[in-house]
């Protein structure tokens, strides 16, 4: 468990020692935070024969079963391999699983990841197992789009929200992991201070693929850069990862500019000094950014869903809405 997931392991756990727990829980947050592997550990803690002050035994039959991923008690569901989609025959086998007895004797735990992935015929099945819960039967379902869920499934569950840590909390963190103070922040900054996805992000060589895509943003506001060479870098970055950017530094220059402060990140600093440069008005930047952040979010659900955008035109449309925001109006996405 991780110091920002404090608050949540404490609220599940107070619950289960009063007898409390609910029977469904809609766990949300950003992605990159830890939700699904805290409570696939709280499933552990849940099944534990020997908890000592809160914590796993770590000795026990149980606790030995669900370290090796095994326990016949606990289910996890997920997009299989391949598919962007949690699928009918997935619920069915959890129908399954809830009507079955408990190895254990204790409880039986059940954790869908990425939960916004449920297609139309996997939710249906699922609200029939949520309307008749079973007895020592728990169900998280883990999200990073709440919003995403039906409606009929959100009201029978409870809220379960993870807070996303503060840069620095996210930075000393990957400071531990063994990055250097700096790459750490540059990560931290890039990733939305989203502890598990900037550290993803380090391993796939990150720090550096950051700044040279957040540069090209800079560039690109100056018409420095050809539309086609920033787009060729973000196709570099894959998709998911340079939308994610566009993302996160449309909301980061938009707080900076709200607050009257600066951004942490040397190259988001540049790239709010350039739409101060074009804009006449606070108001109207802010406008503009609010727009184009908007179009980020609907490009990203692009990406993540089910409707595989070509990445090429995604990218293309996405930037060159970015280069609008710059003093020099394009007449044509051509000419960058």
Request: with cysteine; hydrophobic share 45%; glycine share 6%.
């Amino acid at each position: 468990m991780q110091s920002w997931q404090v608050a949540v392991w404490e609220r599940l756990q107070q619950q289960h020692d009063r007898g409390s727990l609910a029977h469904a829980y809609l766990a949300y947050g950003e992605q990159g935070i830890g939700k699904f592997d805290l409570l696939r550990h709280f499933a552990r803690y849940l099944l534990c024969k020997s908890p000592v002050t809160g914590s796993l035994c770590g000795t026990c039959v149980n606790c030995a079963l669900a370290e090796g991923g095994a326990h016949p008690d606990v289910l996890i569901v997920a997009p299989e391999e391949g598919s962007r989609d949690i699928k009918i025959d997935q619920i069915r086998s959890l129908a399954e699983f809830v009507a079955r007895t408990s190895h254990s004797g204790l409880m039986k735990v059940i954790v869908i990841n990425q939960a916004h992935q449920l297609n139309v015929a996997a939710a249906n099945s699922l609200l029939k197992t949520l309307e008749e819960p079973a007895s020592k039967t728990v169900l998280f379902l883990v999200t990073e789009r709440p919003g995403s869920l039906p409606a009929t499934l959100r009201s029978r569950c409870q809220r379960l929200q993870f807070a996303t840590p503060a840069i620095g909390v996210t930075a000393d963190w990957l400071t531990a992991k063994g990055l250097t103070a700096s790459d750490a922040l540059t990560l931290a900054t890039a990733a939305g201070s989203r502890p598990l996805y900037a550290l993803a992000l380090a391993e796939r060589d990150g720090v550096n693929g950051a700044q040279d895509f957040l540069r090209q943003l800079s560039r690109l506001l100056q018409s420095q850069s050809l539309l086609q060479h920033c787009v060729a870098v973000a196709l570099k970055l894959g998709e998911a990862v340079a939308v994610e950017y566009l993302l996160r530094a449309s909301t980061i220059v938009i707080r900076s500019l709200s607050q009257e402060e600066e951004p942490g990140d040397q190259v988001l600093a540049e790239v709010l000094h350039n739409l101060r440069a074009a804009a006449v008005r606070k108001e109207e930047l802010l406008r503009k950014l609010l727009a184009f952040n908007a179009l980020a979010e609907q490009a990203q659900r692009e990406v993540h869903g089910s409707t595989n955008p070509n990445p090429q035109l995604l990218l293309e449309s996405l930037l060159w809405q970015w280069s609008k925001l710059g003093p020099v109006r394009h007449s044509s996405r051509a000419r960058g």
